[in-house]
C-alpha cells in the first residue's frame, strides 16, 4: 500500500463574518461614509433604470441594486493614487471611486452633497445615456465608465476582458516606487474565462499587487455557478496560484471593508496578488428594471430572502442601534440623494413635443456626429520635432549589419534612452534574445525591465495594455509568431486597440507590439500566418511593415514615440537574415509615418508590397522584363498608409499590383485593392491584380509550404499579363 498525505494550499484562503463588536468598533465617520455612499448609488441605479424603462437608456443597463455593499465596503479602504477597473455591471464600483476622489475625508451622511459630488451624478447619468458631458463623451455608455484621474480606469463590455489591464496597472505601480495597488472587478461568470486565469498565474509569478476582487452575484445571466462550475467557492480557484483569498457576505459591507483591509495591507507589505469573493445578488434581470424571476430562472421567494438582507438596511439598522443616525435622519439621506438624482436627471430632459407626457434627451446635449472619428488614434503631435532621414540622407559612414542584429541594437538603443521602455514576451530574456536572437542583450543592460512571461499571450499583451493605458511605461510586447495573435484576440482587438477612442479618444496608448512572420519557417499552418490582414481589418492600431535594417531603425524609434499601438511586423526567415547598411554613428532618427518608399521606378505597372515581397517583387521585375514600378508600402494601417506615393504612382503607370505572400483569406490586399478602385478609378486600364499565397495555410512539407507562398516566379507571371505581355486568360499558379 503506498502511503498518502493530505496537501495543504500554499496560501491562506479564508472566511470573514462581523460580530456585533465589529459594528459597535467600527468608524462612526466610516459606518457615515458607507451609508451616504451606498444611497447615492442607489438612487443612481434607480434613476438609471427608470430612464432605461423609457427608452431613453440606448442598449443594456446593468443595474448594481443590491451589490452596493461590495463597491462602497471594498472602495473606501483604497487610497486615491490606487487605480480599478471591471467590468459591464460597474456603475457602482465607478461611483464609489469617484467619490473617493472628490471627498478623499469621505461623505457626511447629514450634509448637503457637494457640487464636486453632483457633478459625478450628472456626468456619469450622462455617459450612460450617451451625451457629450458624459466623462467618455457618450461613446463608453453604461459599460465603458472611466475617469482615469479619479483611478477608475474603465469598465468593461466583455467578460474578463478588463483583468489582465489590471494587472498592467499593478506592475507600473510597484516599479515606480510606490505601495498603490490595482483592483480588478469582475463576476462569477468571468471565473471561467482563460484570460483571468491567465492573469491569475502572471501575477502571483511576479508578485504583483493586484486584487481580483469577485462579485459573485450567483448568476451568469441565467446560469448558476453550481452549472457552471465544479467548485462553486470561486476564491478558490485562487490557491492553486498560491494567491492569499477570502471569501466574505458582500451583502455585509463591513465585513467586505475589513476582508479588503486585510487584502490591502498584504499587497502593501510586498505579499503580491489578493482574491476577494463577495456574495452578493443582483435584485434584477442581467439588464434593465425587470425582477429575474420574471424570466423564469429564479423564484420570487430567493429573491425576496436576498432582498431581506439588503446592505443598505444592514448599514441603516447598526447605525441607528448604535445611535449614530437616527431613522429620521436616514430618510432625509434617502431625500437627498434622490434630489440629486432628480437633479441630474432634469439637467438631461425636456418634455417630449410629440406629447403624451414622456420626456427625451435635450437635443443640443447629444455629441456632435461629425466627431465620430476623432480620438481613434493621436494626431501625431508628439512627433512633431522628430529626426526624420531617409537612406539616401546619410553622408557618413555605413556598415553592413544583420536585420535581426539591427533589431537587438535600436531596442537596447532605445531602453538606454528611455527607462520607461519595457520589453515583454516569451524567451525574450533567456537563449541569448529569443529563439532568433532579437533581444540579444537587453536582459543584461536593464534585467528589471526585460520580463520573460509564461506562455500566457492574453494575459502578457492586455498587462502591457495596462501599462501604456497607465502612461507611465511604454511596453513593447513580443508576439513569437504572427499567429498567436488569435491566442491574444480580446486583448488586442477589444481591448488595447479601441481603448482609446471607447473611453472619449482623450488618453493615449503607447505601446509597440513585434509579431514575428513565420513563413518559410517550416513550421506550419499555426505559425505561418501574416497578420497585415488582420491588424488592418481593425480600428485603432498603426502597422509598420519594415524591409530593411534601415527602415527598421527609424520606424521602431517612430513606433515607440508614438502615442498609439504600434503593430512592428517582423519576418523571420525572409528578413531576419539579410543584411543591409545602416549608419554607424546614428540609431536615433525616424521615418515618419505615412511614407512609402519607391524601391524601383518604372513606367507600366505599380507594384504595391511590403515585407519579404518587397526584394521578391524587384527580383520579379529583373526577371520579367516589364517596367514596374516598386512601392514599399512600409505603414499599412488605413490612417497611416502613403495614399500621396501610392496615387502619383498609379496616375503614371494605370495599373497596379498588389503582392503579398501570406494566404488569400487573410489578404491584406482585399481592402487595399477596394480603396484603390474608389480613389482611383479613372487612371486604372486594367483591373488591380493580386498576388497573395494560396487558400490554404502553409504546411510543414517544404514543398507544401512553398506551393502556399507567392514567389518571384508567380508576381514575375502577373506583372507579365498585366501588361499584357502573355495571351493566357488564365492566371497563373498563386496568383488572383
Known amino acids: 500500500m503506498p502511503s498518502t498525505k493530505n496537501l495543504l494550499p500554499a496560501s491562506p484562503w479564508v472566511e470573514i463574518r462581523t460580530t456585533r463588536k465589529d459594528w459597535d468598533a467600527a468608524d462612526p465617520a466610516l459606518l457615515g461614509n458607507m451609508i451616504a455612499q451606498a444611497h447615492l448609488i442607489r438612487a443612481f441605479e434607480e434613476t438609471v433604470l427608470d430612464l432605461a424603462g423609457q427608452k431613453l437608456v440606448n442598449g443594456p443597463a446593468h443595474s448594481s441594486i443590491g451589490q452596493e455593499g461590495g463597491a462602497v465596503g471594498s472602495i473606501i479602504a483604497l487610497q486615491q493614487a490606487d487605480q480599478i477597473n471591471g467590468s459591464h455591471r460597474g456603475h457602482h464600483q465607478f461611483l464609489s471611486k469617484a ?16 457640487d464636486d459630488v453632483q457633478t459625478i451624478l450628472e456626468r456619469a447619468l450622462a455617459e450612460i445615456c450617451g451625451l457629450a458631458s458624459g466623462y467618455c463623451g457618450g461613446r463608453g455608455g453604461s459599460m465603458h465608465l472611466q475617469w482615469k484621474e479619479a483611478g477608475a480606469l474603465g469598465t468593461n463590455a466583455i467578460v474578463g476582458g478588463a483583468v ?3 494587472a498592467g496597472f499593478a506592475w507600473a505601480g510597484k516599479h515606480s516606487d510606490t505601495d498603490a495597488v490595482s483592483v480588478t472587478y469582475f463576476g462569477d461568470g468571468a471565473m471561467n474565462i482563460g484570460s483571468v486565469l491567465e492573469t491569475l498565474n502572471l501575477a502571483s509569478a511576479w508578485d504583483l499587487p493586484v486584487c481580483f476582487f469577485v462579485e459573485n452575484n450567483q448568476y451568469a445571466v441565467s446560469t448558476t455557478v453550481e452549472e457552471s462550475t465544479g467548485e462553486p467557492r470561486l476564491s478558490a480557484r485562487a490557491l492553486g496560484f498560491n494567491i492569499p483569498s477570502w471569501q466574505v457576505d458582500g451583502m455585509d459591507p463591513l465585513a467586505v471593508h475589513l476582508a479588503m483591509e486585510q487584502a490591502v495591507a498584504h499587497m502593501r507589505a510586498g505579499g503580491g496578488p489578493t482574491m476577494i469573493e463577495a456574495n452578493v445578488y443582483r435584485y434584477f434581470h442581467q439588464n434593465g428594471p425587470i425582477a429575474g424571476s420574471a424570466f423564469g430562472y429564479r423564484e420570487k421567494t430567493e429573491e425576496q430572502e436576498w432582498r431581506e438582507r439588503d446592505p443598505l438596511k444592514m448599514l441603516e439598522a447598526n447605525l441607528i442601534r448604535r445611535k449614530i443616525m437616527t431613522e429620521e435622519e436616514i430618510s432625509q439621506l434617502r431625500a437627498r440623494a434622490k434630489k440629486a438624482m432628480s437633479v441630474a436627471s432634469s439637467s438631461l430632459l425636456e418634455p417630449n413635443p410629440a406629447g403624451g ?16 472619428n476623432e480620438g481613434i488614434r493621436s494626431d501625431l503631435a508628439e512627433l512633431d520635432s522628430s529626426d526624420y ?10 556598415e553592413s549589419r544583420k536585420f535581426v542584429d539591427v533589431v537587438a541594437d535600436v531596442m537596447a538603443r532605445r531602453m538606454d534612452q528611455n527607462p520607461a521602455i519595457v520589453v515583454l514576451g516569451e524567451d525574450v530574456h533567456k537563449l541569448n534574445g529569443g529563439p532568433r536572437g532579437a533581444t540579444r542583450g537587453l536582459k543584461q543592460l536593464f534585467p528589471d525591465r526585460v ?4 506562455i ?10 495596462g501599462l501604456a493605458l497607465d502612461g507611465r511605461y511604454v511596453p513593447v510586447v513580443e508576439l513569437m509568431y504572427a499567429d498567436f495573435l488569435w491566442v491574444a484576440a480580446d486583448q488586442v482587438f477589444n481591448q488595447i486597440g479601441k481603448a482609446r477612442h471607447m473611453f472619449g479618444g482623450k488618453h493615449d496608448m503607447n505601446l509597440v507590439m513585434r509579431i514575428k512572420v513565420g513563413t518559410r519557417t517550416g513550421y506550419g499552418s499555426q505559425h505561418s500566418m501574416d497578420p497585415a490582414g488582420a491588424m488592418a481589418s481593425s480600428v485603432g492600431w498603426r502597422i509598420a511593415a519594415p524591409s530593411t535594417p534601415l527602415d527598421y531603425i527609424g520606424m521602431m524609434n517612430t513606433a515607440l514615440a508614438c502615442n498609439d499601438p504600434v503593430a512592428m511586423l517582423e519576418h523571420d526567415a525572409d528578413l531576419y537574415k539579410t543584411f543591409g547598411d545602416i549608419p554607424v554613428d546614428d540609431l536615433d532618427f525616424r521615418i515618419p509615418i505615412g511614407s512609402a518608399a519607391i524601391r524601383r521606378e518604372g513606367a507600366e505597372v505599380t507594384v504595391l508590397t511590403y515585407l519579404s515581397m518587397v526584394q521578391e517583387s524587384l527580383d520579379a521585375a ?15 494601417d488605413p490612417a497611416s498608409i502613403d495614399w500621396a506615393t501610392i496615387g502619383e504612382s498609379i496616375k503614371k503607370t494605370n495599373r ?3 503582392v503579398e505572400q501570406g494566404s488569400r483569406g487573410t489578404s491584406y490586399g482585399a481592402w487595399l485593392s477596394d480603396e484603390i478602385q474608389r480613389r482611383y478609378f479613372d487612371w486604372l486600364d486594367a483591373p488591380i491584380e493580386r498576388v497573395t499565397g494560396s487558400e490554404s495555410s502553409p504546411s510543414i512539407s517544404r514543398i507544401l509550404e512553398a506551393a502556399a507562398l507567392a514567389n518571384v516566379d508567380d508576381v514575375a507571371a502577373s506583372m507579365r499579363q498585366i501588361v499584357g505581355l502573355t495571351n493566357s486568360d488564365a492566371s497563373p499558379e498563386g496568383a488572383n
Not at 357 to 372: K, S, V, Y
Not at 451 to 454: D, I
Not at 456 to 465: I, K, P, Y
Open 164 to 166: 489582465p489591464f489590471a
Open 389 to 398: 532621414k531617409e537612406a539616401a540622407d546619410f553622408e557618413g559612414k555605413t
Open 99 to 114: 467619490f473617493g476622489f472628490v471627498a478623499p475625508d469621505g461623505l457626511d451622511p447629514q450634509a448637503e452633497f457637494s
Open 357 to 372: 407626457g414622456t420626456q427625451r434627451i435635450r437635443p443640443e446635449l447629444w455629441p456632435d456626429p461629425a466627431t465620430i
Open 451 to 454: 520580463l520573460g512571461t509564461p
Open 622 to 636: 529583373d526577371k520579367s522584363g516589364v517596367d514596374a514600378e516598386v512601392v514599399d508600402l512600409r505603414w499599412l
Open 456 to 465: 500566457s499571450e492574453a494575459a502578457f499583451t492586455g498587462l502591457a495594455g
Open 656 to 658: 497596379v499590383m498588389i
